[in-house]
């Protein structure tokens, strides 16, 4: 990785899009959450541009954000407690065609199971507001209001003794 250079960098999704646009880069690493939206939803994007890109996304070892990043064409994903050594190992991998999904990061997944006896709606706030959406984007995917998801948020705390791993909802 010696010859790997940082040629931009953005703190939100938007401003990404377009140093993205403006720069062309190897390989572009994000954050899974940005305070405009997501770092899949993102690479969704940057790859729907350009489909051959290598996204590198560091986040939240769950589940559920690690089958939302394979589907969204994700070449690596790292848990937000990587090291240096792991995440430039990561780099390496998608400069070189391939990917980095290391077993520290799908043990950490698998060691949070998603919660069983909730409802369908339920389970989707839970996945939603799990890949890193904001309780605002998860009412806009939903057609309801943020107040319904709050509500939505609540059983499912009150089902899950206390939501266990579900980011604060509001």
């Not at 939206?37 to 051959?52: K, Q, S």
């Not at 590198?56 to 954000?65: K, N, S």
């Not at 209001?145 to 604060?168: C, F, I």
């Amino acid at each position: 990785m010696s010859n790997a250079e940082l040629t931009g960098r953005t703190a939100s999704a938007v401003e990404a899009q377009r140093v993205f646009q403006t720069l062309a880069p190897d390989v572009v690493t994000v954050d899974l959450q940005l305070p405009d939206g997501n770092g899949i939803t993102l690479a969704e994007r940057l790859r729907a541009t350009r489909p051959d890109l290598p996204v590198l996304v560091i986040g939240a070892t769950a589940h559920r954000l690690l089958e939302r990043a394979l589907a969204a064409g994700v070449a690596a994903y790292v848990g937000r407690d990587a090291g240096v050594v792991e995440v430039a190992a990561a780099i390496r991998a998608c400069l070189s065609g391939g990917g980095s999904y290391s077993a520290h990061t799908l043990n950490a997944a698998l060691r949070h199971p998603r919660p069983v006896g909730l409802s369908r709606r339920e389970r989707q706030v839970y996945d939603l507001l799990r890949a890193g959406h904001s309780p605002v984007e998860v009412a806009a995917e939903l057609g309801v209001g943020e107040s319904t998801v709050r509500t939505y948020v609540a059983r499912v705390r009150a089902k899950t003794a206390g939501g266990g791993d579900l980011p604060q909802a509001g």
